[in-house]
């Protein structure tokens, strides 16, 4: 008798800065989204898979939905993740517990709008960083408050960080995954290329550099990517608006882009497994976060 196989698209969509590519990193067991501690980290919707037998759980990321859409590029990440709202066969909202603001009531007003919660529809609410939430007393009542919100299918607390509670969620999705074949092969573990890849890890390094000093008009683009005589050149051009953005990223004598070029190129060497040289510069484009059309030049999709 020929084993039923199983396939599903998981949908994981909240705010900024809820924890949504950590809870991602860790159901897949490996880093596969960018991580910090800045809201809108994520800016492109991304696949993590996961085969486990005859399971295979499709994770889709998604940019974190906010209120303000003054640049394209804000817009662009808000149609991103609204656009897997509907399609996918489980949805996660993940919320920060014991914090609801007002772009969760956004969130979930557009679940309610564009995806509904009948006929088995309702999303799963995931409650991450449960660990810091203080008093521990405080999260049954914020648990209460949040099934008066919508007739969520689970509410399940829960640290991406720790991995505390994981195993629940993971089982709640099993149960939810459809009969289908699996649509990628048992070692593939995201759909984005190893040039995507590095990007968004020099991404990563320049912007746990930078801190609180530099808003989120900054993007990475690979310029050239040489193999020769077996040694892998990258050359990545950093993108800021302002002439002061350039200083704030190069840092005092070109300390802090060295530091973090060091960081990612370690990381990259892991990922490929193989050495590499990492040329990394900083360029200034006005204006690039509001242009479209510049936004498709560097990959981001509509």
């Known amino acids: ?3 039923v196989t199983r396939c599903g698209y998981v949908g994981l969509v909240g705010r900024p800065n809820v924890g949504k590519s950590t809870l991602l990193n860790h159901l897949v067991g490996q880093k596969i989204s960018i991580t910090s501690d800045r809201p809108q980290t994520t800016r492109h919707n991304l696949l993590g898979i996961q085969t486990e037998g005859n399971d295979q759980i499709i994770y889709v990321d998604t940019p974190g939905q906010h209120g303000t859409e003054r640049r394209a590029l804000n817009r662009l990440m808000n149609r991103q993740a609204r656009s ?3 399609d996918v066969d489980v949805l996660l909202m993940v919320v920060e517990a014991g914090r609801w603001k007002e772009d969760d009531d956004l ?3 557009r679940l309610l709008s564009e995806r509904g ?3 088995g529809r309702a999303p799963l ?5 449960a660990d810091l939430v203080t008093p521990k007393e405080r999260l049954l009542p914020f648990i209460s408050a949040c099934g008066r919100r919508a007739p969520f299918a689970e509410i399940i607390p829960l640290s991406a960080t720790k991995g505390h509670n994981v195993d629940r969620l993971e089982a709640c999705i099993r149960e939810r995954l459809p009969a289908a074949p699996h ?3 048992a070692d593939q573990v995201t759909d984005r290329t190893e040039r995507f890849m590095v990007a968004e890890i020099v991404r990563e390094k320049v912007m746990r550099r930078v801190g609180d000093e530099l808003p989120h008009q900054i993007s990475v683009g690979i310029e050239r990517w040489t193999d020769e005589q077996g040694r892998l050149t990258i050359h990545c051009q950093i993108l800021v ?3 002061g953005q350039k200083a704030i990223v190069v840092g005092h004598k070109g300390e802090r882009l060295k530091q973090a070029g060091i960081e990612a190129r370690h990381e990259i060497e892991r990922l490929l497994d193989r050495h590499i040289r990492l040329e990394l510069w900083v360029k200034v484009k006005g204006g690039w976060s509001d242009d479209e059309r510049m936004l ?3 990959g981001y999709e509509d």
């Open 296 to 298: 498709r030049r560097l």
């Open 183 to 185: 649509l990628f092969p």
């Open 117 to 119: 919660f009948e006929d």
């Open 125 to 129: 609410l995931v409650l991450n960083k």
């Open 107 to 109: 969130v979930l007003q």
């Open 84 to 86: 897997v709202l509907a």
């Open 1 to 3: 008798m020929t084993a």
């Open 241 to 243: 608006e302002r002439d």
